[in-house]
């Protein structure tokens, strides 16, 4: 996969241009089956279930059952240096503890990023809060004494927790919907989330923040997560077993080439970067060929300036190239 970003800009003789790609963008309604558009399923099928009728996606949360994924991929891997928009419409119809007695408090329902291939291992464990990594979710625990909550998070590739993401006790009435909004502000490295009612705020919700020793995430795919309890701290196990829908999936990131101009010298472009893409830049004076006039190079996430080292005399055309590995 390639992208090219194209932008007026000039530096003495030279014009710079860099083709605007679109943001990565992803909009479910449900109005058709989702497992024909790109969604799938893993774990047990039977707490996922499309409603044709009412348009929208049945979820039963059973923290009895095996870890249980309806997800779709979005593209590129997302880092803690992209910025991106995740928001959804839910309701639940009931909320409660799980059919395992012996777990009387409370276990969260997920919907949020993940990275399937780590997700789906048997060593992804959910509940021990050290074995689930690069998760970005909305979790919402029912109350099991200390008030119902409602805590975005950031989960790195080695496990480690954002920090500030509880809000309680918010307890969410049933039968109601919930329009979910959640932005991540990559040069913060801030969660912001965002929840409505017949458009009306609630909360507000806390923000979900990276210490300054988080390491990095890295997800791949839109997932509505229902997870098993196994691995709690003895005598805390929690569980869940709830059952609603969510609705009006909308997704977006942006492409991996942003602010671009023209660079101090001639023959150079600045521009944003993102990790996890390689880049160089390209010339032509025609537009009918283009030279790579660049080394291909990691983006870092940060700026960057690409630089034709023996620019031709008179007028020529430059493009950043962004490609992924």
């Known amino acids: 996969m390639s992208m090219r970003l194209w932008m007026p800009a000039f530096a003495g003789a030279f014009l710079f241009t860099c083709n605007l790609t679109r943001a990565v963008t992803i909009a479910e309604n449900f109005s058709a089956d989702p497992l024909a558009s790109g969604w799938s399923l893993h774990g047990n099928s039977q707490l996922f279930n499309w409603d044709a009728t009412g348009r929208r996606l049945d979820v039963t949360w059973d923290s009895s059952q095996p870890n249980s994924y309806f997800c779709r991929p979005f593209g590129p891997v997302l880092t803690r240096t992209n910025d991106f928009l995740l928001s959804f419409d839910i309701l639940l119809h009931d909320i409660g503890p799980g059919v395992d007695t012996n777990k009387t408090f409370t276990f969260q329902i997920a ?79 801030r969660l912001v989330t965002v929840m409505k009612s017949n458009g009306v705020p609630i909360g507000p919700i806390n923000d979900a923040t990276l210490g300054p020793n988080f390491s ?101 055309f430059y493009r950043v190239q962004a490609r992924l590995p």
Not at 160 to 167: C, E, I, N, P
Not at 267 to 296: C, D, I, K, P
């Open 111 to 189: 919907v949020g990023l993940m990275n399937l291939a780590q997700a789906t291992n048997s060593g992804f464990i959910r509940g021990s809060g050290f074995q689930s990594p690069n998760l970005v979710e909305w979790n919402y625990f029912w109350d099991s004494g200390f008030g119902a909550t409602i805590s975005p998070v950031l989960i790195s590739s080695n496990s480690q927790f954002s920090s500030g993401g509880f809000t309680f006790p918010l307890e969410l009435a049933t039968n109601t919907v919930y329009s979910v909004t959640m932005r991540y502000l990559a040069e913060e490295g």
């Open 216 to 316: 990095d995430f890295a997800v791949d795919h839109l997932s509505v997560s229902s997870y098993n309890d196994a691995g709690q701290f003895p005598g805390f196990e929690g569980s869940v077993l709830a059952h609603g829908w969510v609705d009006n999936f909308v997704f977006a990131a942006p492409p991996p080439v942003t602010r671009v101009a023209a660079g101090n010298a001639p023959g150079s472009v600045q521009f944003r970067s993102t990790t996890n893409w390689l880049y160089h830049l390209e010339r032509t004076t025609n537009f009918l060929t283009w030279t790579a006039v660049s080394a291909l190079v990691p983006g870092t996430g940060g700026d960057m300036t690409l630089q034709d080292t023996n620019p031709p005399p008179g007028r020529a």
